[in-house]
C-alpha cells in the first residue's frame, strides 16, 4: 500500500475515531474542575470588571467534610457549573505536589484542587483568611463565603452538618448573579497576538501566555514574546519570566544570545528584576534534571541573567564566586565575573592550588573513588583523651614552677599549652568560668613553643602541637588562625607522606582547614572577591579530600555537602549527600540530610530509587535494607499527596517488602522494622481509599493493626492516625454507604488486637456520627430508618467496649449512644420504644429512676441524662 494511503487512512482513523474521544474527556475534564486564580489581586481586578462576586474557599487536609467536598463537590459537574458565576479563589496550607514548577520551568496545578499550585493555595490561605474572614470566626475548614464586588460579604458558610446546605446557597447565588459578560477571566483565542496575551490576568490566560512561551519554535517570535513581558508592569507575570527562564536553558547558543539581554531588559522594564532575579537563582539551585547529578544541565546558563538582575547582591556575588569555584560552571560564569569585578585578578587563587593541597577546588575525583577494602589496616587518627579538670590543675602548678627555670624549653611550653586548652575544655563542658583566659594562654603558649622548636632545630611533636592550637583557635572563635595552624601541619605531613590520603594525620589536618573555611564564609563574603574566592577553594578542596579518603567519616560528609549548601549550591549537596550515604549506609544523620534535601529540591519521588540503588551496593546490610523501606514509604506518602493511589498502594508494598528484608538480614531489627509495616499497611488503607476502595480501607486496616497493634497510637507523615482510617472506611459517600459492615470490621480488628476496648469505642463513635449525618439526609431532616440502622451498631459496639473496660470513658460513649436512640424516640412520639435503652443508660450513671415512667417521666430522664453526657454528638476530635 503506497505511503500516503497509509498516512490518509491513519488521519480519517484519529479524524473519526480517536479526536472525537480524546474531545469528549477534556470536555468531561473541564466540566469538573473550578476555575480558582492565581493571586486574590486577580481575582479582584475581574470581578470589579465583570461585576462577578467572589467566592472565597478555605480548605485543610484530613478534614471528613473538606475530602468529601474536594472528591464529591468539587469534581460534581453541577457544582461546577454553579461556580462559573463567580471568580474563585482557594487556600490551603497543605502542599501536595512536591513542586510547583518542572524541570523544564512548567508549572505542577495541585493534583487535589487543580488549576493553582500548591504554592499559589498556600500563599492564598492566610491572605484570604486575614484579609476577608479573621473577623467573623477563627481559622476553619471547610469554610466558603462569597464576596461582592464592592467587598461586601454576602454569606459564610462554615462548620456545616448537612453539606446540601452549600450547594443550595451556591445554586441560589448563581442564579441571582445570572449572565454576566466575561471578557478577563477567559482564555485569550487561539493566535492571539503578545500583547493581548501578556494583558490576561486570569489563571487560564497566564496559563496560554506561559504555554507559549514554552512552546514556540520560531525564534523570532519567542524573542519577541519576551519582549512583550517588559511593556507591562503585573506582578502576576513573574511565572511567564520562569518560562522564559526555562526557555533560555534549553536554547541553541545562537538563540541564547539573542534571548539573554531581552529578557533582562524585559525584567527591568516590568519592574520585576528581583523576582525574576530569584526565579534565575531557584533554578541554579535545583536538583536539575537529573538529581543528584553533581553536574548543572543548562542551570547554568542563567548565570549572566542572575549577575545582571542581582549583580550587586553580595549572596549573588558569593554564588557566583562559588560556582567559578567547580569546573562544570567554570567555562559559564568566569566571563560574568570577568565583566562584573573587572580582569581577572580575583581568579588567580584558582590557578595555582597550594603545594600542601594539590586538589582542584570542589572537583569531582571523588565520586570515582571507592570506599577501599582495606580500612582495617590503615592506622586512625586518635586524640589524646582529656584528663580530669583535677589533673589539669594539678599539672599547671607543676608547670608553672619548670617555666621559671625552662621558659625556653620548646616541650615545657607546650605541655603548659596543652594543660590549658584541657583545663579550658572542661570548664566548657561545666560551664565554668574562666575558659577564655586559659584558651588565650594556651594559644599563646603553643604558637611560642613552634616558634622555640623551629629556632633550635630539633625534632619535637609538633604536628600534634599545630592541632591543639587549631583547637583552641576554634574554641575562641579566631577562624583564621585556626585554618593557619590546620594548614601548618598538613604541610608537615605533606612532606612527611607520600600517600597522603592514606595518612590520618594529614587528614585530621585538612579537616581543620575545611572546617575554618566554612566558619568564614559570611565574613569574607563581605571581603575582596578574591579572598573569598581563595577560602571556597581551599575549603571545598580540603572538605573534599577529607570526605574521599579512607579515614573519612560520616560527619566529614555532612560537612563537605553543607559547604555547597552554604552557597546554595543545593544540586551539589544533594550528590554529595548521595554519595556519602552509599559509602555509609547506616548513618542516620546522612540517611535524613538525604531525604531532607530531595524533599526541599521538589524531587522527593527519588528517595526510594536512590536509597535502593544504596542497598544494592551493600546487598547484606540491614540498615541498607530498612533505609530502603524508609524510603519508599516517603515515596508512597508522595504519591498520596499527589492523589494517585494506585502508585502509593505499589510503593507501599516496596516498602513492606523491604523492612521484612531487614528483618531477615537482622532479626534486632524486626520491632522497629514491624512497626513501618504496619505503617505500610495503614497507608494502603488511606490510599485505597482515594479510590473510593472501602472494602479494601478496612482490610488493610486490619492487617495493620494484625502486624503491631501498637498503630492504634501512630501518626504518619500526611498527620493520619489508624481513626481516620477506621472512620473513613465506614462512612457514608456519595456513592451510597460503604460496604463495610461495622460490627463485622469490630470482629476482625478484635482478634488482631484482643481485649482493647479502643476499637469497640471508635466503631461506636464512628457509627454514632454517620447517624446524625444520615438525619441530616433524611427528608424534614426528621430521624429516619437508615440512622436507626448506624445507632443501633453504635450500641452494640459501645456495649462490647463496656465489657472490655468498663471505663468511665466506654459508660459515656455508651450512655450516649443509647440516649440519643431514646431521644430520637421521643421526637417521633413514640418514646416507649427507647424506655429500656433511658433505663440501660440512666444506670450507668447510677441514677435513681422513679417508677412508672410515663412519656412526660421519660423526657425528663432524658434531659437528666443530657445534661450530664454534654451536647449530642460524636467525639469531637481534629479531622470531624
Not at 493555595?121 to 492566610?126: C, D, N, T
Not at 560556582?323 to 580575583?346: F, H, I, K, M, N
Not at 588567580?348 to 571507592?370: I, V
Not at 599563646?444 to 623551629?454: G, H, I, P, Q, Y
Request: glycine share 8%.
Amino acid at each position: 500500500m503506497p505511503h500516503a494511503v497509509v498516512r490518509a487512512l491513519v488521519a480519517f482513523v484519529f479524524l473519526f475515531t480517536v479526536a472525537p474521544r480524546v474531545r469528549a474527556q477534556t470536555a468531561w475534564a473541564e466540566a469538573q474542575q473550578i476555575h480558582w486564580q492565581r493571586s486574590l489581586e486577580d481575582a479582584w481586578a475581574i470581578a470589579r470588571a465583570e461585576g462577578r462576586p467572589l467566592l472565597v474557599v478555605l480548605h485543610m487536609d484530613g478534614e471528613s467534610a473538606c475530602e468529601r467536598i474536594v472528591r464529591e463537590r468539587y469534581r460534581d459537574p453541577g457544582f461546577v457549573a454553579w461556580t462559573r458565576s463567580f471568580v474563585c479563589v482557594v487556600g490551603s496550607v497543605f502542599r501536595h505536589a512536591a513542586r510547583d514548577y518542572d524541570e523544564e520551568g512548567r508549572r505542577v496545578p495541585c493534583p487535589r484542587l487543580g488549576e493553582v499550585t500548591c504554592g499559589e493555595h498556600i500563599a492564598l490561605e492566610p491572605a484570604i483568611f486575614e484579609g476577608h474572614l479573621a473577623q467573623e470566626h477563627e481559622r476553619v475548614a471547610p469554610r466558603h463565603a462569597l464576596l461582592l464586588p464592592d467587598g461586601t460579604k454576602a454569606w459564610d458558610l462554615y462548620l456545616l452538618f448537612d453539606l446540601g446546605e452549600l450547594d443550595q446557597r451556591l445554586a441560589t447565588s448563581a442564579r441571582e448573579v445570572g449572565e454576566r459578560p466575561r471578557t478577563l477571566s477567559l482564555a485569550p483565542a487561539a493566535g492571539a497576538d503578545w500583547s493581548a496575551l501578556v494583558g490576561g490576568t486570569s489563571q487560564r490566560a497566564r496559563a496560554a501566555l506561559e504555554a507559549r512561551l514554552s512552546g514556540e519554535r520560531d525564534a523570532d517570535q519567542l524573542v519577541a514574546g519576551v519582549r512583550a513581558l517588559g511593556a507591562r508592569q503585573d506582578a502576576g507575570l513573574a511565572p511567564a519570566f520562569r518560562a522564559a527562564l526555562g526557555r533560555l536553558e534549553r536554547a541553541a547558543p545562537e538563540l541564547a544570545a539573542a534571548l539573554e539581554p531581552v529578557l533582562v531588559a524585559s525584567a527591568r522594564s516590568a519592574g520585576l528584576a528581583t523576582p525574576v532575579a530569584e526565579l534565575a537563582r531557584a533554578r541554579v539551585r535545583s536538583p536539575g534534571r537529573f538529581g543528584g547529578s553533581f553536574f548543572p544541565s543548562g542551570e547554568e546558563r542563567l548565570l549572566p541573567v542572575l549577575a545582571a538582575l542581582d549583580g550587586a547582591n553580595v549572596a549573588t556575588r558569593s554564588l557566583l564566586l562559588a560556582c567559578a569555584a567547580l569546573p562544570a560552571y567554570g567555562a559559564s560564569v568566569r566571563p560574568v565575573l570577568e565583566a562584573q569585578l573587572g580582569g581577572t585578578d580575583w581568579a588567580a587563587p584558582l590557578e595555582a592550588p597550594p603545594a600542601w593541597l594539590q586538589w582542584r577546588a570542589g572537583g569531582t575525583e571523588w565520586m570515582a573513588r571507592r570506599a577501599p577494602e582495606d580500612d582495617g589496616a590503615l592506622q586512625p587518627w586518635v586524640e589524646p583523651p582529656l584528663l580530669e579538670a583535677a589533673e589539669y590543675e594539678s599539672a599547671l602548678q607543676t608547670l608553672e614552677g619548670k617555666l621559671a627555670t625552662a621558659s625556653e624549653d620548646p616541650h615545657v611550653v607546650s605541655e603548659y599549652g596543652l594543660a590549658c586548652l584541657g583545663l579550658a575544655r572542661r570548664r566548657l563542658e561545666t560551664q565554668q568560668a574562666g575558659a577564655d583566659l586559659l584558651l588565650q594562654d594556651a594559644e599563646r603558649s603553643l604558637t611560642r613553643a613552634l616558634e622555640l622548636a623551629r629556632a633550635s632545630g630539633r625534632e619535637y611533636a609538633v604536628f600534634s602541637w599545630q592541632l591543639a592550637r587549631a583547637r583552641a583557635a576554634y574554641l575562641l572563635g579566631r577562624f583564621e588562625e585556626q585554618a593557619q595552624a590546620g594548614i601548618e601541619a598538613a604541610k608537615l605531613r605533606c612532606a612527611a607522606a607520600p600517600e597522603r590520603d592514606r595518612d590520618a594525620r594529614y587528614i585530621e589536618a585538612l579537616r581543620w582547614v575545611g572546617d575554618a573555611r566554612a566558619r568564614q564564609i559570611a565574613e569574607r563574603a563581605l571581603g575582596r572577591p578574591r579572598d573569598e574566592l581563595a577560602g571556597i577553594a581551599e575549603g571545598l578542596a580540603a572538605l573534599c579530600r577529607v570526605a574521599a579518603s579512607p579515614h573519612a567519616k560520616p560527619d566529614d560528609w555532612l560537612s563537605f555537602s553543607s559547604f555547597y549548601g552554604a552557597y546554595g549550591l543545593w544540586r551539589e549537596e544533594l550528590a554529595i549527600l548521595q554519595e556519602g550515604a552509599r559509602r555509609f549506609p547506616a548513618a542516620q544523620e546522612l540517611r535524613t540530610r538525604l531525604n531532607n534535601a530531595l524533599w526541599s529540591g521538589g524531587r522527593v519521588d527519588l528517595a526510594g530509587p536512590k536509597a535502593d540503588w544504596i542497598a544494592e551496593s551493600w546487598p547484606q546490610s540491614a540498615d541498607a535494607a530498612w533505609f530502603a523501606g524508609f524510603g519508599w514509604v516517603l515515596v508512597a506518602e508522595h504519591e498520596r499527596r499527589g492523589e494517585r493511589p494506585a502508585a502509593a498502594i505499589a510503593a507501599y508494598e516496596r516498602a513492606r517488602q523491604r523492612f521484612a528484608r531487614s528483618i531477615e538480614l537482622n532479626a534486632d531489627y524486626a520491632d522497629n522494622a514491624r512497626h513501618y509495616i504496619a505503617l505500610a499497611w495503614f497507608g494502603r488503607g488511606m490510599a485505597h481509599l482515594l479510590a473510593d476502595d472501602r472494602a479494601a480501607a478496612a482490610r488493610d486496616l486490619v492487617e495493620a493493626v494484625r502486624t503491631r497493634p501498637a498503630i492504634a497510637g501512630a501518626r504518619d507523615g500526611l498527620d493520619r492516625e489508624p481513626l481516620d482510617l477506621l472512620d473513613q472506611a465506614l462512612e457514608w459517600r456519595a456513592s451510597g454507604p460503604s460496604p463495610v459492615e461495622a460490627l463485622a470490621l469490630l470482629d476482625e480488628l478484635e482478634r488482631a488486637d484482643p481485649r482493647n476496648a479502643f476499637w469497640a469505642r471508635a466503631v461506636s463513635d464512628s457509627e454514632l456520627r454517620e447517624a446524625l449525618r444520615a438525619d441530616g439526609r433524611a427528608p424534614g431532616a426528621r430521624p429516619g430508618a437508615e440512622g436507626d440502622l448506624y445507632l443501633r451498631a453504635s450500641i452494640a459496639a459501645a456495649r462490647r467496649a463496656c465489657v472490655l473496660a468498663d471505663s468511665d470513658e466506654d459508660r459515656r460513649a455508651l450512655s450516649q449512644a443509647l440516649t440519643i436512640w431514646a431521644e430520637r424516640r421521643l421526637e417521633l412520639g413514640r418514646g416507649e420504644e427507647g424506655r429500656a435503652e433511658l433505663l440501660e443508660a440512666a444506670a450507668l450513671w447510677k441514677l435513681t429512676v422513679a417508677d412508672p415512667l410515663g412519656e412526660a417521666e421519660l423526657r425528663d430522664l432524658a434531659a437528666q441524662l443530657r445534661g450530664l453526657i454534654g451536647e449530642p454528638r460524636p467525639l469531637v476530635r481534629p479531622g470531624r
